[in-house]
């Protein structure tokens, strides 16, 4: 049956969307080689354009892909032939081909083992997104290096180096024992996170790059959590993605300026996707374990309580930003906790509970502090300092959007000024 | 898959260490490797003289020259390795937390690269 070549490719693509990490995964799950698991992949979906554009789709898309991966995995491991190769794929000949021929057999999820191998505590931190972007979801090296900002040469580099740290080191594709789960799960949601922050640093979605990454942190969260329904923290991160990205519309203005959540027309924000949150929040609330991203959720949900009530819950927010410091020790937390102490019970509170993290050099160069604390100086009434603060805070930020919006706030000083 | 885990520590605070201290860290090492031994991993180990009896070769220029002392200065340095036999990174991981030496100073786990 002829099919024409837009169908064909559609098709593809689709296979390659939903299935590309859980093929991978797959092939690699055995012999731990990823980087031959992706060409032998990359060969086979070339393959399937040029075969199902003469041949039809066939019924089990996933397995006929698998079924020409692995022919093409083993041809390039007879080529290479070293001793080093040989043995892993002959193994995966002899207990895997009479499996894979079988195309009504459904293709083993293992995309959770694959991620754990990912984001193993062996695995650089700061490579552990870049290579879950890529071995689950097929993004190029050039593609991930634009959206972390760094060369594709460079990026490409430390991807190969990780993938052979897998293979060479023997790290396993294993979801971990119960004792170790908790950790391991972490490293895993905290990777996914950072993918979705790197597409939600650009929140004009001018790149699409970058707001295709935010899209695509939300759909391995959706993954984990199909894959692990009983984890509150994978819900909890979940639900914290849904409400940041739901607010995505209300961060610019017509202009293309830069609006603050506190300023943000809350009609703009996207109903469904809070409602969303809101359940997964809930359910995650019901299994006990509160950790971090639950927590960091549950100040969003303080946020949204503005669409009825027309105002922040700032009580609600101190109380939990005092339990995420004393989970975390993080000073970002603690700058947060002084924006709510300042709306909940006054600038001078919240100046004060600032003053307090004013020694700690992490944040000499952290355009939020800045930020936080020129506006609370601003309230207080203290302008010539807060003039500096903005000027500080003005110069640390890159996104030119929040630096005009930081710079319209520094103006407005002068309308404040006694002079 | 087999991997070396090879014990990093300060020699001389080892080397400095009371005689109750010694005989307790000993009996740990025993009890250590009797415990791999019983789980089947043990493939090797030794224990290696202080690095005050190393020598180290070099060939230059088609001469030999032997250095009195280790490859190189550096804050801790080898005194023992275990070669095991275990299914996965994980494994040999945990192996190396148990190892005594990983309390005083660093285990490297280095997979064995077959030729």
Known sequence: MPRDGDHVREAAERVARNSYGKLVAFLAARTRDLAGAEDALADAFAAALTDWTANGIPRNPEAWLIAVARRKAIDAGRRRRSSESAVPELRMISEELAEAADANMPIKDDRLSLMFACAHPAIDPSIRAPLILQTILGFDAAAIASAFLVSPATMSQRLVRAKNKIRQAGIPFRVPERT???????????????????????????????????????????????????????????????????????????????????????????????????????????????????????????????????????????????????????????????????????????????????????????????????????????????????????????????????????????????? | MQYLLLIYGNEAGMLNTSKAQAEQMMAAYGAYTEAMKKAGVLVGANRLRPTSSASSVRVADGKTKVLDGPYAESREQLGGYYLIDVPDLDAALSWAARCPGANHGTIEVRPIWVM
Request: hydrophobic content about 45%.
């Open chain 1, 180 to 419: 170790d789960l908790g950790e391991r799960l972490g490293a895993v949601l905290d990777s996914i996170y950072a993918a979705f922050t790197e597409g939600w640093c650009d929140p004009g979605g001018i790149d699409s790059r970058r707001r295709n990454l935010a899209e695509e942190g939300i759909w391995l969260g959706r993954m984990v959590t199909a894959l692990m329904p009983d984890e509150p923290e994978a819900l909890g991160l979940l639900a914290l993605m849904l409400y940041a990205e739901a607010r995505r519309g209300a961060r610019r203005n017509d202009g293309g300026e830069y609006v603050p959540l506190e300023d943000q027309n809350p009609s703009l924000w996207d109903n469904a996707m809070i409602d969303e949150a809101e359940a997964l929040l809930l359910r995650a609330s019901g299994m006990g374990d509160t950790g971090r991203y639950q927590l960091e959720a549950a100040v969003q949900s303080a946020h949204v309580v503005r669409r009825r009530s027309g105002r922040s819950d700032w009580a609600a927010i101190e109380r939990i930003y005092d339990l995420l410091i004393a989970l975390t020790g993080s000073p970002v937390v603690a700058i947060n906790r002084a924006i709510a102490i300042a709306e909940a019970r006054g600038a001078a509170e919240g100046l004060t509970a600032l003053d307090e993290l004013a020694g700690d050099q992490r944040l000499a160069e952290y355009q939020p502090y800045w930020a936080a604390r020129a506006g609370l100086l601003a309230k207080t009434g203290q302008i010539d300092l807060a003039d500096q603060a903005y000027e500080q805070a003005i110069g640390l930020e890159s996104d030119a959007a929040v630096r005009g919006f930081l710079q319209q706030r520094r103006s407005e000083l002068k309308r404040l000024s006694p002079h």
